[in-house]
């Protein structure tokens, strides 16, 4: 499977954008899918997951703030991010965490979506 991310763009302090992640096969069979991001300078950092049943899961920075959701029927995976700050700034990626460990990821990292925060 190849997942392609899209939907970045530039928007101010508060803001909201919502990204999407196009998978090339029915994803219907993947159990988790996630979202990543890597700030210039940062190591690349987990954001966000949802298992195939709709259970979700999120990282501090993002929790009340950012929202995964998937539909199967469209091969896509969501990432809704409101209230966005400076520190939100990044490119953002989507991939397939490892069973083991939600850290570390099944598939090539793509070019991702850039997302940039500015007053």
């Known amino acids: 499977v190849q997942l392609q991310a899209s939907g970045g763009g530039l928007v101010q302090i508060g803001g909201f954008l919502r990204l999407s992640c196009a998978a090339s096969?029915?994803?219907?069979?993947?159990?988790?899918m996630g979202w990543y991001r890597q700030a210039p300078g940062k190591q690349r950092e987990l954001v966000a997951t949802?298992?195939?049943?709709?259970?979700?899961d999120y990282a501090e920075f993002v929790k009340g703030r950012f929202t995964v959701s998937r539909d199967n029927a469209k091969n896509t995976v969501y990432l809704q991010m409101n209230s966005l700050k400076p520190e939100d700034t990044a490119v953002y990626y989507c991939?397939?965490?490892?069973?083991?460990?939600?850290?570390?990821?099944?598939?090539?990292w793509g070019q991702g979506t850039l997302v940039t925060v500015s007053s």
């Open positions: 991939n397939i965490p490892m069973a083991w460990s939600k850290q570390w990821v099944s598939l090539p």
């Open positions: 096969r029915n994803i219907k069979s993947i159990d988790d």
């Open positions: 949802i298992s195939s049943g709709g259970n979700t």
